[in-house]
């Protein structure tokens, strides 16, 4: 490779908003023919708001949300924001949680004044004893409308569930039926329940999509996809994204994500906007001409 053809495309990449890291990164993109795209915080903005609170039968709702808030208050997932926000615009007196622990992927526990509080996926929750399926119906109903659905259990007991939305991103089904256009096959990998996978799915015209993914297992996912002669490339945004854009042969890493991320990725997409995905398609490709 000549060295000035990627200087010179590194120069233009980061006045377009793609910051190259690795300048192999910038050669391979061209030949890539499978993009892994993560969904919370890369093809949704990231930043979901609580729209629904529904309680157990006996539990007030602002008990529940409360508890909640509490221990979210700990956790820097998207998630936890949305909750500790909508207990504060309820000006609900949050208290200082003991023995926090977060399981990525999967959600928090501690206690709460003196009670043990959980709060995550449906399944997280059951694997900590609490039922939830007096709940269930009415959770499929918000994920089929694209909501993530979390529940609480307070004291071993499903107390009340929380859904949270989170807007796609604008631009977003524009840049991968762009991309789609030029022959890449486009996979949606999130830790996201289904329903609300398939949901999201659909509003970007996206056909194939793997959901309840543990961080693990995107990576894995990646490896395998290479072993089938695929050139992958991987956006994503999170701390649990970081082994899989390190794993894909082209990292891609919203700027507005973790730092994690951006470390494990050879490129960043400054702003954040999935149009910088073309955009570095089309810089990847201009850059080999001049070097051949
Ligand atoms: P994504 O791949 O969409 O970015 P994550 O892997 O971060 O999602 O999380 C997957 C799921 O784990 C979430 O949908 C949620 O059910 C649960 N979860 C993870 N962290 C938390 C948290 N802090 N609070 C509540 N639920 C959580
Ligand atoms: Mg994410």
């Given at each position: 490779a000549t060295p000035m053809a990627i200087m010179v495309g590194v120069g233009e990449g980061a006045r377009a908003g793609v910051l190259v890291r690795d300048a192999e990164a910038l050669e391979r993109f061209e030949a890539v023919d499978t993009l892994v795209v993560d969904k919370t915080?890369?093809?949704?903005?990231?930043?979901?708001?609580?729209?629904a609170l529904e309680a157990a039968q006996g539990v007030p709702a602002d008990d529940a949300l409360r508890l909640a808030a509490s221990l979210e208050r700990?956790?820097?997932h998207p998630i936890a924001a949305a909750i500790v926000a909508a207990a504060r615009r309820k000006r609900l007196k949050l208290s200082e949680p003991a023995d926090f622990q977060a399981f990525p992927g999967g959600g928090v526990v501690g206690r709460v004044d003196g009670r043990a509080v959980a709060v995550g996926s449906g399944v997280f929750v059951a694997e900590r004893g609490a039922d939830p399926s007096a709940l269930a119906a009415r959770a499929e109903a918000l994920r089929r409308e694209g909501a993530t659905v979390v529940f609480v259990a307070v004291d071993g007991a499903a107390a009340a569930l929380i859904a949270v939305s989170d807007p796609i991103k604008a631009g977003a089904a524009e840049a991968l039926a762009a991309l789609a256009a030029q022959g890449m096959r486009v996979v949606m990998m999130t830790g996201d329940n289904r329903s609300t996978a398939a949901a999201v799915a659909e509003k970007l015209g996206i056909a194939a999509f793997e959901a309840e993914t543990p961080p693990e297992r995107k990576a894995e996912a990646i490896a395998r996809l290479k072993r089938e002669g695929r050139v992958v490339a991987m956006a994503g945004d999170g701390v649990n994204d970081a082994p899989a854009l390190a794993a894909a042969d082209v990292g891609i890493a919203m700027g507005t994500g973790t730092d994690a991320a951006i470390e494990s990725a050879?490129?960043?997409?400054i702003k954040g906007d999935l149009a910088g995905l073309v955009r570095a398609r089309n810089l990847s490709k201009a850059t080999m001409r001049n070097i051949r």
């Open positions: 915080g890369t093809l949704t903005e990231g930043k979901p708001r609580l729209t700990s956790s820097e050879g490129m960043t997409l």
